[in-house]
């Protein structure tokens, strides 16, 4: 039985086990600050850092005004609220929303949160080097309803140097029901993730298989994913699966390209808004598919074929 008292939580759907030995909290990496070393070997541990307070809440909060008066201009908020609250209209169906993070309204006052000083300053010292970043910001605007499926970011974004971070940034704060993100403890270590799942890319095609990609033709479900069930990969790797009681506005979660993570569904009526940002050392290769003023992404001229 669980000893943390939680409300039931889904992933895609489905209930996750409470129980102490599946499910447990993020350890609070913010008192390390400032001393890189501790905070590397703590990465390599634990496989992410957990920086609660790290960025400026009111810049955030600025940044969290500007998206939601996007989102109220497209007639996506309950007209009945205000809108600082992102309270979605009912039925509404939302999710992936790139073209607010890198647009010309919300989106200068998201880059300044995530790739200004504070955050290229983290990187300069956590990488021992000049730290840059992807050009391409991820940003999610999560309507009530399912989460993300888990996965690791390095079938999506391999192409580069693997010394990559990926930093989850809350526009808002987000309690459990809200659908925050969840880890699975351990999993940047698990030997056959890191030579099988994690040696995949979501852009490479299968010239003898109808140019199937490579991760379906290995038995890997969805774009990407590594499954449809979170509890079933957790079930499957071993580990907890790890969140915070409740991320806020300028928490950041930081974790390596080799982290099984996804969300939980988001149980309320509020739209979660959050970004994902990849950070590097400067002088290490680049994922061609994430840089340029307007990248390539995935799909089109990114697919590369092989013989599976």
Known sequence: ????????????????????????????????????????????????????????????????????????????????????????????????????ANGPIAGPLIRQVIYGETMMGFFDGFLCGPATHYDYTWMRSVAPGKGTYPHCDVVYMGRGTHRLYTAWVPFGDVPLNVG????????????????????????????????????SAAGFPGFGAYSLDMRDARDQLGGRLLTAKEFKMGDVLIFSVFTVHGSLDNQSNEIRLSTDSR????????DERWMGEKPPAHGGNSIRGMIC
């Open 279 to 286: 950070y590097q050392l400067a002088s290490e290769p680049l």
């Open 180 to 215: 925050g993100l969840i880890l699975l403890e351990g999993s940047h270590k698990i030997p056959a993730l890191l030579s099988g799942y994690c040696t995949m890319d979501v852009d490479t095609a299968c010239q003898n298989r109808s140019n199937e990609s490579e991760l």
């Open 1 to 100: 039985m669980s000893s943390i008292g939680l409300s039931p939580l889904t992933s895609g759907g489905i209930s996750l086990d409470l129980s102490d030995s599946c499910f447990g909290f993020l350890t609070d990496s913010s008192a390390l600050f400032g001393d890189w070393a501790a905070l590397r070997e703590q990465m390599d541990k634990d496989g992410y850092l957990y920086l609660p307070g790290f960025l400026n809440r009111t810049d955030v909060a600025s940044a969290r005004s500007a998206i939601c008066q996007c989102l109220a201009d497209e007639d996506l908020l309950d007209k009945t609220a205000p809108i600082e609250l992102a309270l979605a209209q009912p039925g509404l169906d939302t999710y992936f929303r790139p073209d607010i």
